[in-house]
């Protein structure tokens, strides 16, 4: 049960075996004063466990960058230390990827959407991807794909405007090349070369 030290009526120390309740008492005390720490322990624990579940189920949908992944657990009152150690762990085994979101992002919305750059960067910017990274996946566009998808673009419209003199066809064609991210210079210059190809043709001013 171990001893205890006391000092007897003269000032002497002499020893005495402890009693079963101060053992208990002893064990009592001590695992009240680890209370706290356990309670915080398991509390961070419980927290990680909830930034991890909230992680997998916002990726079993679809790839998401870590700006949005860092909103969504925010979202859930989830602390940024937490999150930050979430979000670490989840890129270091490539679940967060965001090179590889914008690159297959600038692909897909190309080719199916018929995007420009300027869209595309305006779009991975508000994804939360660095320009750094969004200029590297838009890199991968040439010039010419962009010309041809714009191209593309403007000679299903004009199919809609064969009743429209040259300038208003010049006019829409230009702003729904605008509205899908192509620059202006690349707009005008896709517009004349469909327009020219009509029957009237352009105003030789134009």
């Known amino acids: 049960m171990g001893e205890v030290v006391q000092l007897d009526q003269d000032g002497a120390a002499s020893k005495r075996r402890r009693t079963k309740s ?7 005390d001590a695992t ?16 990680a466990d909830a930034a991890k579940q909230v992680l ?31 979000l670490d762990r989840f890129e270091e085994v490539g679940l967060i990827n965001d090179q590889a979101l914008a690159s297959n992002y600038v692909s897909s919305q190309h080719e199916r959407k018929g995007l420009g750059k300027n869209a ?8 939360g991807v660095s320009d750094d990274v969004a200029l590297e ?24 405007l064969q009743r429209d003199d040259a300038k208003t066809q010049l006019r829409k064609i230009v702003g729904v090349l605008a509205r899908k991210g192509y620059s202006s210079n690349l ?3 896709v517009a004349k070369e469909v327009i020219k190809d009509l029957p009237d043709g352009l105003p030789a001013e134009i």
């Open 56 to 86: 997998l189920r916002r990726l079993s949908h679809a790839p998401r960058t870590r700006k949005e992944l860092a909103k969504d657990l925010k979202d859930k009152d989830i602390s940024d230390e937490v999150a930050n150690v979430a």
């Open 120 to 127: 595309l960067r305006q779009q991975l910017r508000a994804k």
């Open 22 to 28: 101060e053992l208990k008492l002893n064990l009592i």
């Open 137 to 160: 996946a838009i890199s991968q566009i040439s010039d010419d794909q962009e010309f041809q998808a714009a191209f593309a673009l403007a000679c299903k419209k004009i199919r809609s």
């Open 187 to 189: 707009a005008f210059s």
């Open 32 to 47: 009240i004063t680890q209370l706290p720490v356990m309670e915080e322990k398991n509390k961070e624990i419980e927290a």
